[in-house]
């Protein structure tokens, strides 16, 4: 169409800040995923667990409870590094099946669609796309993880006293390092293989196959090989020998700590990689 008058001007009015220009696109990727009524229910199921550990945290210091079932306070098992150990195993399943879950949802349409041509028309980097994405999953992935096992060690410090939580503060740091590091991982695997699939289920089918057949595999190459370096692609194994070692938890894991960082760090570049490849401005059709 040709423009006989020349009377459009530039946009002159209030610009977002650069800073904050990726919570735009996590704004619409909340709205996106709190429009599934499923999804909410799910992450509201993920919050059981927490609060049956919180129960058990209150009931076990409970006297008259504890007396009305005749029940020893000293054969209960501790709030300690094993107790958090087995949180971080529960929480860490169920944040691997929210990633598979809400990743397709915020990612894959706007490869179906053809949108990035539109997103990058405006003032965004691929780097902010990848962060207004990301921040979407690692806040819901935080209050199923070590969001709620920090409001359990808060539970468990206001019982015990000063003096518990002054000489257990390591496991606060152990909840939130292990459990970050975990999301972490697991939004940039959702993420990317999200963007190479233009289909919601096969991108969630996808990211949940990452962790089982990595597991099937490992296992076999181990039982084939006779060897214990299959469990290198089970990222459950690797997870678990991370957070046995930040509980101070033995788990007779023949896995050392340094390969299961080696193995992590491997992922989350080849996930960088996957996203730098496959998030551009344009797309080539052949």
């Known amino acids: 169409m040709a423009v006989h008058k020349h009377t459009y001007k530039d946009y002159t009015g209030p610009r977002t800040p650069v800073w904050s220009r990726f919570l735009v696109l996590a704004r619409f990727g909340f709205a996106r995923v709190f429009h599934l009524k499923f999804l909410l229910l799910f992450i509201i199921g993920c919050l059981f667990y927490p609060l049956v550990c919180a129960a058990y945290i209150y009931l076990s210091h409970n006297p008259a409870f504890l007396a009305l079932f005749n029940i020893p306070a000293d054969r209960l098992p501790h709030v300690d590094g094993r107790f958090f150990y087995f949180y971080s195993i529960v929480q860490g399943a169920l944040a691997y099946l929210l990633t598979a879950f809400v990743g397709p949802v915020l990612v894959t349409p706007d490869f179906a669609n053809g949108a ?117 692609i089970d990222l459950t194994q690797v997870a678990h020998t991370i957070w046995s070692y930040l509980f101070r938890y033995d788990t007779g894991t023949e896995m050392s700590v340094s390969s299961a960082w080696i193995v992590l760090a491997v992922i989350s570049l080849a996930c960088l990689w996957l996203l730098i490849r496959r998030i551009r401005p344009f797309e080539v059709v052949k």
């Open 116 to 232: 990035m041509p539109l997103y990058f028309s405006r003032p965004f980097s691929r780097g902010e796309y990848v962060a207004g994405r990301i921040s979407v999953l690692l806040t819901l992935l935080s209050l199923i993880t070590w969001i709620p096992g920090l409001v359990l060690f808060a539970i468990q410090s206001s019982i015990e006293g000063w003096s518990w939580m002054t000489g257990n503060l390591w496991l606060a740091g152990a909840i939130v390092f292990g459990l970050l590091v975990w999301i972490i991982v697991l939004a940039l695997i959702g993420l990317a293989l999200s963007a190479w699939v233009k289909w919601k289920i096969g991108a969630g089918a996808l990211v949940l196959g990452v962790i089982f057949a990595g597991a099937g595999f490992g296992t076999a190459i181990n039982s084939l090989m006779r060897t214990n370096y299959g469990a290198l």
